[in-house]
């Protein structure tokens, strides 16, 4: 069946440091790209998203490719704050439009 | 807009007692609610999809009779742990599937579940 594999974590970083969290996944047919985040005390919430090939999804600063030549869906950012230290869960979204979640990665940034 | 609550937050129980958790859609009407299982440092895995007026779709290995699911209204579903035992103590996400965007979903903050 469909899967999603993320970098474990914890990942603990400084302040305006350059973020990189991997996803890579394995579907059948041609799925829709997610990352939530889930900050302390509060529900996942859809950070971006990208439903087909070469799509950029970006939001607050953070960007991921759909790279279907290597099903990667990375997630970035130049320069995070402190107040990006969650929870980031990579996901897509199959034919049935039901999520498949990758095992999440904590991000600490310190300041 | 899109807010997502469950209810409890948290809550203890007692083997072999029932418990249940509420899921509610605060501003928009959800006909399908997803219910998700979270264990420590895990991922979460889909449990069942609710649709409202129908019976829930259960995912392979969950059992139907153990966690019941009751989606009655277009902003509530409920989910009921029956003769709960420890092994069921985990954390209990629900979601609401957009309205206008079928492929994505709002979710609530989560139910964590103690069984001593």
């Known amino acids: 069946g469909d899967s999603v594999t993320q970098m474990e974590g914890p990942v603990t970083l400084s302040e305006e440091a350059f973020l990189t969290i991997n996803c890579t996944y394995t579907a059948t047919g041609y799925p829709s790209l997610f990352w939530y985040v889930q900050y302390p005390g509060e529900g996942l919430q859809l950070l971006l998203k990208a439903t087909k090939a070469d799509d950029k999804g970006s939001n607050k600063g953070f960007e991921a490719t759909y790279r279907k030549e290597t099903t990667s869906f990375h997630l970035e950012k130049g320069s995070v704050q402190v107040s990006d230290s969650a929870v980031y869960f990579c996901a897509l979204s199959d034919g049935a439009q039901k999520l498949v979640f990758g095992q999440g990665t904590r991000l600490t940034i310190n300041p | 807009g899109a807010v997502v609550s469950q209810h409890p937050s948290w809550v203890i129980c007692k083997s072999g007692t029932s418990v249940k958790i509420e899921c509610r859609s605060l501003d928009f009407q959800a006909t399908t609610m997803f219910w998700y299982r979270q264990f420590p440092k895990q991922s979460l895995m889909l449990m069942a999809t609710s649709n409202e007026g129908s019976k829930a779709t259960y995912e392979q290995g969950v059992e139907k009779d153990k966690f019941l699911i009751n989606h009655a209204s277009l902003t509530l579903s409920t989910l009921t742990v029956t003769s709960a035992h420890p092994e069921d103590s985990s954390f209990y996400i629900c979601?609401?599937?957009?309205?206008?965007?079928?492929?994505?979903?709002?979710f609530g903050p989560g139910t964590r579940l103690t069984v001593t």
């Open positions: 979601s609401a599937r957009s309205p206008t965007v079928s492929y994505e979903q709002y």
